[in-house]
């Protein structure tokens, strides 16, 4: 490892991914859709790749922010951030 860490790297939970949609070409969102929910499999190789050691991770936009229902977006905070501690806890060593 080149000792690289990745700042606000975006993972999306099914709920959200949608909200990632409309800020690029439709020819590209299989490809986005598909690295924002990946976090073990492709992402940790091509943070190999590019000597990438650590990411810390950032849930997509607009998500929380954009739920008006306090109620609603606590719930939708609380899984996502429950998802990404599961995911963290697996590798520690390389996100957080």
Do not use: C
Not at 49 to 66: C, D, K, V, Y
Not at 69 to 85: G, H, I, S, T
């Amino acid at each position: 490892m080149k000792g690289k860490i990745g700042l606000e790297e975006h993972f999306a939970i099914q709920d959200t991914l949608l909200d990632s949609k409309g800020f690029l070409p439709e020819s590209l969102w299989a490809e986005l859709s598909e690295r924002i929910l990946d976090l073990h499999g492709r992402r940790l190789r091509l943070m190999d790749e590019f000597g990438m050691e650590m990411m810390i991770l950032s849930l997509n936009a607009p998500a929380i922010q954009a739920i008006p229902d306090p109620k609603k977006a606590n719930e939708l905070a609380r899984k996502a951030n429950d998802y990404l501690a599961e995911q963290v806890k697996k590798r520690p060593d390389r996100f957080q």
